[in-house]
């Protein structure tokens, strides 16, 4: 876990790489090229590129009339504008009728930083997650970004890829293909399991770390697929460690941890902690500052690790 | 009668506001290190002539239930509604120093949460032109004495809410709204043109049933000119499409892209402001 690289970063170099082997996919943004990354897609493909300007509801709706018509969209725009402004339109147009729409949606998060809360979506997954035909995805490295954008593109049907800002360290020291639909452990304990996506699987992973010190044994849990949540997996762990804990930088209503307290909730009642933010919303700061202003981070879980234990 | 609190400056006394505005956003955006200098300056004449010159504000009393309202639709542009409130007195101005630091009243986009002075929060183009129209509904629902003033960007023109609120305000008669078209000609990715054309602007806004102005937003005395004859004019919005400079003031940032979303280094600071004077 030395290398760090954003996943908005390494989206971009696997778009263009991707895009210059398969001449299906086209690729929408909305005034935010170089942000997002798809600049570098359009470098190498600029037949295949098109800027929609600052329109995201028509970007959708225009993704899904190229779906439709066989062609493989991506489109990016930050998070916030790519699935909050377009709810509607990646509803009725998109996930209704099951098109192959990639919405590889950047910035996503408190990460974003010193732009605040007015940028910073942490309801994405929410939102997303409740709309039926819709698949989640969200990463956790640069090199499983790769992975789930190729998964992605394999996939029939509209695919949500969440990505972020800032740079992360890497977990996964070389690319594994993503299933969708299935978690991997990467690190197996006994006493509690943490279950986490996006960057905070790296800290999940630290947290660990802070529990073993202590004679806790973890284990971690990437669930990069949110939707379809790999039930089994959650099943197994709750039944085999006896307490769960999630971490996400996303509200805790309605995203991984609001998955996975259905499934124990239906499956296997265990206490469940759930670290992400509390039902607010973010505000500017440094990326950093604002994941330990919302407790995103390893002492935190380690905390609510040994809480979920203690209530077993 | 409501109670009036309109500074009524001179256009050379608003001139040497719009100067003092420019300063302040270079000097806070080199502080916070990140944010929008490009929007920032090319609209600080047409703020500075609002805030100064047209509208019926009082810091004493940012509640003032007769009060002007302002949106600020390109809430990027903060740094300009914010050097403008610390200028008016709406709080101290060294808080322009905390602007995007953690816990700051001063946030990345205006929060009218966190800010007294911002009438709503911005951020997500597109949006405030509908909130404008619907204080400017409201404040003739209820015979109210104020007027709504809004700023656009020109590539926020290209968000399909906007065209929605222009239906809704020429529907409903909202002569107490009066909006400015931000006419910089550069969006993030390069020019409006080349993006994604929001043209011919003025004639859109003339097909949606608003009284258009067309001036050079730079120039104070247009600025009033416009403001006036917007005051006149009854059963319609006005949209003053103002012919801008984005960076303006500053001579390596005016008509750069690049500068739409990157603060000045230190010496870029030192560079700029010895243009400002
Ligand atoms: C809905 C939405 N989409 C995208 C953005 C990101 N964004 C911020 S500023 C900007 C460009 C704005 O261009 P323009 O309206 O011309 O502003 P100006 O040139 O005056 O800075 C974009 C795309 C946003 N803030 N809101
Ligand atoms: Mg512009």
Redo the contacts between chains.
Sequence with gaps: MTEKQATRDAYGKALAALGQENKQIVVL?A?????TKTADFQKVCPERFF?????E??MLGVAAGLAASGKRPVVSSFA??AT??AFEQIRNSIAYPKLSVIIAATHAGVTV???????QAIEDIAIMRALPNMTVLVPADGPQTRAALKAALEHDGPVYLRLGRLAVPTVYGEEEPLTIGKGKILKEGKDVAIISCGLMTSVAIEAAELLAAEGISATVCDMASVKPIDRQLVYSLAAGCGCVVTAEEHNIIGGLGGAVAEVLGECCPVPLERVGLNDVFG????PQ??LD?YGLTAENIAAKAKKAISRK | MAECKRENLTATEVAAKALEMRRMIIEMLTEAGSGHPGGSLSAADIMAALFFHEMNVDAAQPKMAERDRFVLCKGHAAPALYSVLALKGFFPKEDVFTLRKLGSHLQGHPDMKKLPGVDVSTGSLGQGLSMASGMALGGKMDDAPYRVYAVLGDGELEEGQVWEAAMFAAHYKLDNLCAFVDNNGLQIDGNIDCVLSPNPIADKWRAFGWHVIEIDGHDIQEIFMALDQARTVKGQPTMIVAHTVKGKGVSFMENQAGWHGAAPKPDEKDRALAELV
């Design positions: 943004d005034d935010l090229s170089k942000s800027n929609a300007g600052i329109a509801q028509n916030v504008f909050g402004r930083g010193e732009d605040g809360g007015s940028h505000q500017s700061g440094k500052e604002l202003e």
